[in-house]
């Protein structure tokens, strides 16, 4: 069984949390994947920053721009992960754009997640069916999941498609919008999570783009297994001088943290 998939499926309310590797300081990765760890999150997100990013609003945009000035590569992530991964108590998960995984070499990026436990990755910009015609065995090989992406325009037919595609979690959009921090959620929203809640995944369902904030994912939680939030971590440690400190009073923002 995916490790992931099994970490979810034993916590409640999950608060994934989102960040880009190499900001908002070169060689702050390690730092900040030991403080979320500590924090309690239970999950970790850790972007790969790109130049042409599809869906991502103005706070990942420019933490992706900062990241790739201060050098980011992905051999210096997988090193950064192979330093602390360990010590992580939460799942991994790698978050990129499937141009940059290619040139770099699909099945020698695959062999660097087994290398570092990382068992599941979201690629949004690979297609399911592309991702099953010439992709699954070669993830299968290595014990990789990709995670898929669903919105509020996805058909029932595809849901169940993508629910049987899926090892680790889906990663529920919960509006089609770019990311960033939005302020509640509309009537057209709610229903959309309540759709979610009535179907029947065979994985966890998690909710990302516009959660913010203690009040929206507690409401999210109501609808799924938990939340993905992004632009509003990136925002807090944007500034920041010490992440030991910042990082625990974000999270503790949204949830009380672990004795």
Do not use: W
């Not at 660097?112 to 070669?138: G, H, M, N, T």
């Not at 090892?167 to 759709?195: C, H, M, P, W």
């Not at 179907?199 to 783009?209: A, E, K, S, W, Y």
């Amino acid at each position: 069984m995916n490790k992931t998939k099994q970490y979810l499926e034993s916590r409640e309310n999950i608060l994934s949390i989102y960040f880009m590797s190499e900001y908002p300081q070169k060689n702050t990765t390690q730092e900040i994947i030991k403080s979320l760890s500590d924090s309690g999150v239970d999950m970790i997100e850790i972007g790969m920053p790109f130049s042409d990013p599809l869906a991502d609003g103005p706070v990942i945009q420019h933490s992706s721009k900062i990241a790739l000035e201060n050098g980011f590569t992905i051999d210096q992530m997988f090193s950064d992960i192979k330093a602390v991964h360990k010590e992580a108590q939460s799942p991994l998960v790698l978050m990129g754009y499937f141009n940059m995984v290619m040139a770099y070499g699909m099945e020698r990026f695959l062999k660097q997640c087994k290398e570092v436990a990382i068992d599941a990755v979201i690629l949004p910009d690979l297609p399911p069916e592309i991702y099953e015609e010439r992709y699954k065995d070669l993830f299968e090989t290595y014990g990789v999941s990709l995670v898929f992406l669903i919105t509020p325009q996805t058909s029932t037919e595809r849901l169940n498609y993508i629910n049987k595609l899926s090892k680790s979690f889906i990663y529920a959009v919960a509006d089609n919008s770019i990311t960033g921090t939005k302020e509640g959620f509309s009537d057209n929203q709610l229903a959309y999570f309540e759709r979610l809640r009535k179907h029947n995944f065979d994985v966890p369902v998690v909710i990302g783009f516009g959660i913010s904030d203690k009040q929206s994912y507690t409401e999210a939680c109501k609808y799924a297994n938990g939340v993905i939030i992004g632009s509003a971590f990136i925002k807090a440690i944007e500034q920041s001088k010490i992440l030991s400190a910042t990082v625990p009073k974000f999270i503790e923002s949204i949830r009380e943290l672990p004795n």
